[in-house]
């Protein structure tokens, strides 16, 4: 009886984070889509779309995913699957968000050293890998660099719309929630069943290739990965190169909403971003 008591009890806390979780993206979600339907109908769709697009856009991608909210990378994943960002803006927001692991860090206050250490070297990394895939995919599509407007109507297969229906915004950003919410509570009670000390342990201590496998769990959606692998950090079993790693590449929901899209444009962002963290935190553990 005590023991269907506890299970009930760990099931209510993962309904619950996972509730919160959501809850805190869905505002700037919510934004991001009624902005994209105002632009859409009342402006000049090139204006924004060439700033986001060109060489401007990985340096505001990296002082963006700056912010300690994983919300900005579901907000970056949501322009890119309508063309408004490059993929090299893109990549730089993923690898420069922190989500929770500023926050964790500054509760320790001996660890603020590592915090500027972290976001110094975030910034770089964002930024060196950001304009690579930036200029790779401007000199492979330079001939096609100016972007097509895609009505967000379009893409949702709903009927082209004259003017601004916040229902049909309101409507469209649920169904995203909705879909973040079964899938962050699957990967919450995986995680919950397999523990912290199991997933430390499989993270391979001391190898060389520790920030590969960082880097690996970090792929995890979801602002609960950055926790654990900071945590993880914090009692010793992860270096500094591969929690780097891990954090660059943990982008929060931004994962989940590129998933919408499954192309091919999606699965490289999703592998450029694996292998410049990958790569970087390899380094760093080397130099440091």
């Known amino acids: 009886m005590e023991q269907h008591h506890d299970l009930?009890?760990?099931?209510?806390?993962?309904?619950?984070?996972?509730?919160?979780?959501?809850?805190?993206?869905?505002?700037?979600?919510?934004?991001?889509?009624?902005?994209?339907?105002?632009?859409?109908?009342?402006?000049?769709?090139?204006?924004?779309?060439?700033?986001?697009?060109?060489?401007?856009?990985?340096?505001?991608?990296?002082?963006?995913?700056?912010?300690?909210?994983?919300?900005?990378?579901?907000?970056?994943?949501?322009?890119?699957?309508?063309?408004?960002?490059?993929?090299?803006?893109?990549?730089?927001?993923?690898?420069?968000?922190?989500?929770?692991?500023?926050?964790?860090?500054?509760?320790?206050?001996?660890q603020l050293p590592t915090v500027f250490k972290l976001l110094s070297c975030k910034i770089v990394i964002a930024l060196f890998w950001g304009y690579c895939f930036w200029f790779i995919t401007w000199m492979r599509y330079r001939r096609y660099h100016a972007v097509q407007p895609i009505l967000m109507t379009e893409e949702c297969r709903h009927e082209k719309t004259e003017t601004f229906s916040?229902?049909?915004?309101?409507?469209?950003?649920?169904?995203?929630?909705a879909y973040l919410f079964i899938t962050m509570l699957v990967i919450h009670l995986v995680t919950d069943l397999l523990g912290q000390e199991r997933i430390g342990t499989l993270l391979l201590a001391d190898s060389i290739w520790q920030p590969v496998l960082a880097a690996l769990a970090g792929l995890i959606p979801g602002c609960g990965t950055s926790i654990l692998l900071t945590s993880l950090f914090l009692q010793g079993s992860l270096s500094f190169g591969a929690v780097t790693a891990g954090l660059c590449s943990s982008a929060g929901f931004g994962y989940l909403v590129l998933f919408q899209k499954r192309n091919i444009r999606t699965a490289l962002a999703i592998l450029c971003t694996f292998l410049a963290a990958a790569v970087s935190g390899m380094v760093l553990d080397l130099v440091l």
């Open 8 to 110: 009930s009890h760990d099931l209510l806390h993962i309904l619950t984070d996972t509730f919160r979780d959501t809850l805190e993206v869905f505002p700037l979600l919510l934004l991001v889509y009624v902005l994209l339907e105002l632009l859409e109908h009342r402006l000049d769709v090139s204006r924004y779309t060439r700033l986001l697009t060109g060489p401007a856009g990985p340096l505001i991608g990296a002082i963006a995913g700056c912010i300690p909210q994983c919300g900005f990378s579901a907000a970056a994943a949501t322009l890119f699957n309508y063309k408004r960002v490059s993929g090299g803006a893109l990549i730089a927001v993923f690898l420069a968000t922190s989500d929770e692991a500023i926050p964790v860090l500054l509760a320790h206050p001996d």
């Open 166 to 177: 916040f229902l049909h915004v309101l409507q469209h950003t649920l169904c995203i929630t």
